[in-house]
Nanobody, 124 residues
């Protein structure tokens, strides 16, 4: 049975930091490219960051470039998102997912096996 479990969200002041984690069960994690997405109320789900199976290739949305860092530990079946210099506009539910498609890393339809999400709230 496949399970994707995110954690690490919370309430933080602007300028603060959080580290999100995503652990995958039931899949061969070190074969998987992974992504982080976020969705704010009333907005579409948007791609935040991507990492290939080995961690050698990463990508970021322009809005988080230079502030967020994606990484993975294949021995722990875990994906991370280090978020620094957080802004109120980063407030959203954050999801991780395994990529099974080949179109665009930021396209949610390229991904399967989504977690339930972890809430990030940034106060001004």
């Amino acid at each position: 049975q496949v399970q994707v479990v995110e954690s690490g969200g919370g309430l933080v002041q602007a300028g603060g930091s959080l580290r999100l984690s995503c652990t995958v069960f039931g899949l061969t994690f070190d074969n998987l490219a992974m992504g982080w997405f976020r969705q704010a109320p009333g907005k579409e789900r948007e791609g935040v960051s991507y990492i290939n199976w080995s961690g050698e290739i990463t990508a970021y949305a322009d809005s988080v470039k230079g502030r967020f860092t994606i990484s993975r530990d294949n021995a722990k079946n875990t994906l991370y998102l280090q978020m620094n210099s957080l802004k109120p506009e980063d407030t959203a539910m954050y999801y991780c997912a395994a990529r099974t498609g080949y179109r665009n890393w930021y396209d949610a339809s390229d991904y399967n096996y989504w977690g339930q999400g972890t809430q990030v709230s940034v106060s001004s």
